[in-house]
């Protein structure tokens, strides 16, 4: 007794390979939809296959753009000018201080000198104003060394030392402004390399490539292979169990039907091509078959089988081959 098969699976590895091979033709045409050869007032650009890749198989393509003579012309200026900006910065960059700012000023000799020519207008007004003090208190009698001469001694030297103070502080005020002066000349110098280079970095602006209008994109879905051939194995599944069932419906109704003897011969031995269906409720398998004398398709179960079941259903000809009631299974 043999068993009825389904619907055979499909091969997972073939249906793989057919949906890579989709996949890759799907890709081929949407690369080729893709590749419209493009001209312009600025020049022209066109695809051109180039070779297979040797792993995929798949095509290569090439994209190859010219440019209109005043485009090409163009586009050279722009190159030949970004390259001297470019020679230019790297000049600029070798100039670069190598140390931090660290200024180097000595303003000593400068207050130095801002004090002796402040003391060389005051000293002869000290020299006549000292004389003009002798000769006042000559004058009038009073002897050096006398209360009223120290005093006014005294007086002398604190205009004079003050007016010596008032030179010094000048002296200190020119010397910082010198600094200041100084100060600000190197930082100048310093940063000068960084300015020249910042100038530069601004003016290069990069080649300007010419630009091609846009198109719209086109693309083909792929075709869901796998997909297709698993949906119609389900399909034939399915069907097949709706008629195993169909079938088991007619058999439990056979009791019903009031069949005559003949057509309830269920011994084994008088029937071929035996493939086997599904099972009752109760477990017995159901068949379906032809007897020896007919071509017609049956279906039903086998008595030696049934005995184990449902005993009370088999009977057993004069002729000694088994039947099965099929109301009392």
């Known amino acids: 007794m043999g068993k009825k098969s389904g619907p055979k699976t499909p091969d997972p590895y073939a249906v793989s390979a057919a949906q890579t091979k989709s996949n890759k033709e799907t890709a081929a045409y949407n690369a080729a939809l893709n590749r419209i050869d493009q001209s312009s007032p600025f020049g022209s650009i066109n695809y051109s296959q180039s070779g297979v890749d040797p792993t995929t198989g798949a095509p290569i393509y090439s994209q190859s753009t010219t440019l209109t003579p005043q485009m090409q012309a163009l586009l050279d200026s722009q190159t030949s000018a970004q390259q001297g900006i470019s020679s230019a910065v790297g000049d600029a960059v070798g100039r670069l201080p190598s140390a931090s700012f660290n200024p180097n000023i ?3 000799d400068v207050r130095q000198r801002s004090f002796d020519s402040q003391m060389a207008l005051l000293q002869p007004k000290f020299d006549e104003g000292w004389r003009n003090l002798e000769g006042t208190m000559s004058d009038r009698g009073i002897p050096i060394g006398a209360e009223i001469w120290n005093n006014e001694s005294d007086r002398f030297d604190t205009a004079r030392d003050t007016a010596q103070l008032g030179a010094a502080r000048q002296a200190d005020l020119d010397a910082s402004n010198e600094f200041q002066r100084q100060y600000g000349n ?8 960084y300015q020249q280079l910042s100038q530069l970095m601004g003016n290069s602006q990069g080649v300007q490539n010419p630009s091609f209008s846009p198109f719209a994109q086109s693309s083909s879905a792929g075709t869901d292979v796998a997909g297709n051939v698993w949906n119609a194995y389900q399909a034939d599944t399915a069907a097949q169990q709706q008629q195993q069932a169909n079938m088991m419906g007619g058999l439990l109704g056979l009791g019903k ?3 005559s003897a003949a057509s309830m011969f269920s011994d084994i031995r008088l029937k071929r091509d035996i493939r086997r269906l599904g099972a009752l409720p109760s477990g017995l398998p159901v068949y379906s078959f032809r007897y020896l004398w007919s071509d017609v ?4 179960v086998m008595a030696q089988e049934a005995l184990s079941f449902a005993p009370g259903a088999v009977s057993r000809h004069e002729s000694g081959f088994l039947m099965v009631d099929y109301g009392l299974l």
């Open 106 to 108: 000595d303003v000593g």
């Open 297 to 300: 398709p049956e279906i039903g």
């Open 186 to 193: 190197q930082l100048t110098e310093y940063n000068l390399p």
């Open 257 to 259: 039907l009031g069949l």
